[in-house]
């Protein structure tokens, strides 16, 4: 078996017996091109089936120069999955990644926005031009409804069901969950949807996508990270701002406020609760606030025994 064989049959894995996203099988995809590419500058002779630890741990070596750990372990944990598949198929007996440890890496959780730094970012927003309010709709839907930016630009207008107050995303995995849409942010969709959106011819295949561009085509991950990169320095906002950023922020949020987890967990489209509550952290001055007033030995309470 070749790398060309084995990777082939390892997407046709990864799309029928495991049903991934596109993003997620590009994503193992390229790992296992890396470790092609690599072999090929080496004069390699290794395998699929005859490849070893020594190999594998040369090529991580290699691209570790140029990647950060965290880039590195998801390097890893990508081999280790190709090499899983070819022990599951029986094309090998081991697994070469078994005894490469991953590097030790901490979860950086990214900024959150205050409920006036959102406003700040939505004033800054010129809405003299179609553009405008298409922007203004778009931070609205994914902060009110804690959207992953492949979930945004994805979104149809078959999915949204104003009348039902529920939006259906489609998430990770191709899986669609439904998400409650404030009031709000469905009176913002009406409106763009009917005056901005309706000015668009769309593109062939794109007739059901609710944001497009000027030309009709859905907008691209990469022009949400730049439209909100831009509104943050109009807002003269110094966090790092992102989608995620938007997503994260509704969902601290909402914990703050009493939501319980297993509710966000549902909301984010999160597969674990573990992730959830790593992802979503609450500061430590809300923490205090917390312990001050629900303690048994808070201030208010010792008040109460002495009266």
Not at 49 to 74: G, P
Not at 211 to 230: A, D, P, S
Request: hydrophobic content about 35%; proline content about 3%.
């Amino acid at each position: 078996m070749n790398w060309k064989q084995a990777t082939s049959d390892y997407v046709n894995y990864l799309k029928i017996e495991r049903a991934l996203s596109k993003n997620s099988i590009s994503s193992y995809q390229r790992d296992v091109k890396k470790l092609v590419l690599f072999l090929e500058f080496k004069e390699s002779n290794a395998t699929p089936i005859n490849i070893n630890t020594q190999n594998i741990q040369q090529f991580i070596y290699e691209a570790s120069k140029d990647i950060n750990s965290r880039s590195q372990a998801r390097l890893i944990s990508g081999l280790r999955s190709f090499f899983d598949y070819l022990v599951f198929e029986d094309y090998r007996k081991d697994n070469p990644t078994d005894l490469i440890e991953s590097p030790n890496i901490t979860r950086k959780l990214p900024d959150t926005l205050e409920k006036e730094e959102i406003d700040d970012l939505i004033s800054a927003i010129d809405l003299s031009h179609p553009q405008g309010e298409r922007n203004k709709t778009i931070i609205e839907t994914i902060y009110s409804c804690g959207l992953r930016v492949s979930e945004l630009i994805n979104l149809q207008l078959s999915d949204l069901f104003f009348d039902e107050g529920y939006i259906k995303v489609l998430g990770k995995g191709n899986k669609y969950r439904f998400v409650p849409i404030h009031i709000t942010t469905i009176h913002r969709l009406k409106f763009y949807i009917n005056h901005i959106r309706s000015q668009i011819t769309p593109k062939k295949d794109e007739e059901d996508i609710v944001f497009l561009n000027r030309r009709g085509k859905r907008l691209t991950r990469q022009m949400i990270f730049i439209i909100l990169k831009e509104l943050a320095i109009k807002a003269n906002i110094k966090k790092s701002i992102g989608p995620h950023t938007l997503r994260h922020s509704f969902a601290t949020y909402l914990l703050k406020n009493g939501a319980d987890l297993r509710v966000i967990q549902q909301l984010l489209g999160h597969e674990s609760i573990t992730t959830t509550e790593i992802y979503v952290h609450l500061d430590t001055s809300y923490l205090q606030e917390v312990v001050d007033l629900h303690h048994p030995r808070s201030s208010l309470n010792l008040k109460e025994e002495e009266e």
